[in-house]
């Protein structure tokens, strides 16, 4: 008898190091609560590129990032915006030391979790960057994701807000050379925050692991100023 129960119980000694190590494989926020709003009457986004998510992604009040082997930094920030304009946060988050999974979650207890969740895939943008929030406006951007889907997704939603123009998004680093992808206007509900989404097949460039895409605006046969991204791709580059 004692040889019988005693292997299971080994087993299970075992086994419980590699749980307490996946549980803190999380990005945590960096302060104390999530500086995040929820209001009535819609804010207006100011920034050409509201977010960068997986294609992917679903409704899900589950926040994460993939990891990529070009991160550099160990501080990221998270820009978050609805498509109705509704709620917004904007947070600095620790990535965890060692990390080798695909997709890290953001330790994001939102008060709104329930409005969250109702949110469809495209409806709630996120925007991550190296850097802390307060001492670098933006930068390089990690893929955002929603739900705990960790493979590597085959698309990337690029969500804009176009000022009402025809938007573009020129892929310019790839081996094939530039590739130009017609974006698509977003027609129903609410659109303060972003109005239009670039779908960006993940693509080989001619840098491992980085994407560099260009948003080019025309309003009126009139070209608005270019906004530049440089996108950290999942994984480890190799596509």
């Not at 082997?69 to 609805?82: E, G, L, P, Q, T």
Request: hydrophobic share 40%; with cysteine.
């Amino acid at each position: 008898m004692t040889i019988r129960y005693g292997l299971p119980v080994l087993v299970a000694l075992v086994l419980l190091p590699s749980l307490t190590a996946a549980q803190d494989v999380v990005a945590r926020l960096k302060g104390n609560g999530l500086e995040e709003s929820f209001t009535e009457e819609a804010s207006v986004s100011g920034r050409v590129v509201a977010g960068v998510l997986a294609g992917s992604a679903t409704a899900s009040d589950a926040l994460a990032l993939y990891a990529s082997a070009a991160r550099s930094s160990n501080d990221i920030c998270v820009r978050v915006i609805s498509r109705d304009g509704l709620y917004w946060s904007e947070n600095t988050f620790t990535w965890p030391k060692g990390a080798d999974a695909s997709l890290v979650p953001l330790q994001y207890q939102s008060r709104y979790r329930e409005q969250l969740a109702r949110y469809d895939a495209r409806d709630l943008a996120i925007l991550g960057y190296e850097g802390d929030c307060q001492q670098v406006p933006d930068g390089p951007l990690l893929v955002a994701a929603r739900g705990t889907d960790a493979d590597r997704p085959s698309t990337l939603d690029i969500l804009v807000n176009s000022g009402r123009s025809d938007t573009f998004a020129v892929l310019t680093n790839l081996v094939a050379g530039p590739q130009t992808i017609a974006c698509q206007a977003i027609t129903a509900g609410r659109r303060t925050g972003y109005d239009t989404v670039c779908t960006v097949p993940l693509m080989e460039t001619s840098e491992d692991g980085l994407l560099e895409v260009r948003i080019m605006r025309r309003r009126f046969d009139r070209m608005m100023p270019a906004t530049t991204l440089v996108v950290h791709l999942p994984g480890n580059g190799t596509l």
